[in-house]
């Protein structure tokens, strides 16, 4: 079974706090996306990176950066965290050839007071 | 014209009707079409895809219906029951911006016993 995990399912930041979200998947996928759900919005791309140190832009990547090391690990940065950011944050890995798949973690529920 | 307009934003189904839930895409570029369903607190998953080349795929009671040339999809749920109760997004794949994905905004279905 494919596992995308999420370093925390919940999380409370204040203003203007750097805050770092973690993604792992165990399938040696290349592709990996953050997205952010907001409801009525569905689900907008923030950066997807395709290998090791890629990455790009999504529909929303202001006030994001994100980091890809290694293979396994993406991860989302919100360098100075403000009160609009709160969301639902959603990590995935996708599986190319006959078909496309993206497999999502379970999110991280980020609050930003 | 990367959206994906997706409707109706809810459904109220009696037990053992048909759901059916709409997008509509503009660019003709798509290549791949999938829907994903969403459980409280949990990620999407995929439900079922199709590509452009074909009209309809089936697979169990979850039906998807391709029409290119007016650019819509349909996934049509049958015999539903109380445990599809859950969010659906359909989405589309753009080839040319690296497997980037293009995502409606949700309905939530309600299956009524």
């Known amino acids: 079974d494919v596992k995308v995990t999420q370093s925390s399912r919940y999380l409370v930041k204040r203003t203007g706090e750097k805050v770092f979200l973690e993604c792992v998947q165990d399938?040696?996928?290349?592709?990996m996306f953050w997205y952010r759900q907001d409801p009525g919005l569905g689900l907008r791309l923030i950066y997807f990176s395709y290998d090791v140190k890629m990455k790009e832009k999504g529909d929303i990547p202001e006030g994001y950066s994100v980091s890809r090391e290694k293979k396994e690990r993406f991860s989302l940065i919100l360098e100075s965290a403000s009160t609009n950011q709160t969301s639902m944050y959603l990590c995935a890995s996708l599986t190319t050839g006959r078909s496309y798949e993206q497999y999502f973690g379970p999110g991280t529920r980020l609050t930003v007071t | 014209q990367q959206q994906v307009k997706q409707s109706p934003q809810s459904l109220i189904v009696q037990k053992g009707g048909i759901s059916i839930i709409n997008c509509a895409y503009e660019n003709t570029a798509f290549d791949y079409f999938p829907w994903y369903q969403q459980f409280p607190g949990k990620g999407p998953a995929l439900l079922i895809a199709i590509r452009p080349d074909v009209s309809e795929k089936k697979e169990g009671r979850f039906t998807i219906s391709f029409n290119k040339s007016a650019k819509q999809f349909s996934l049509h749920i049958m015999d539903s029951q109380p445990g599809d109760s859950a969010t659906y997004f359909c989405a589309a794949r753009n080839p040319n911006t690296g497997n980037q994905f293009y995502f409606g905004t949700g309905t939530s279905l309600t299956v009524i016993p």
């Open positions: 399938m040696d996928h290349e592709n």
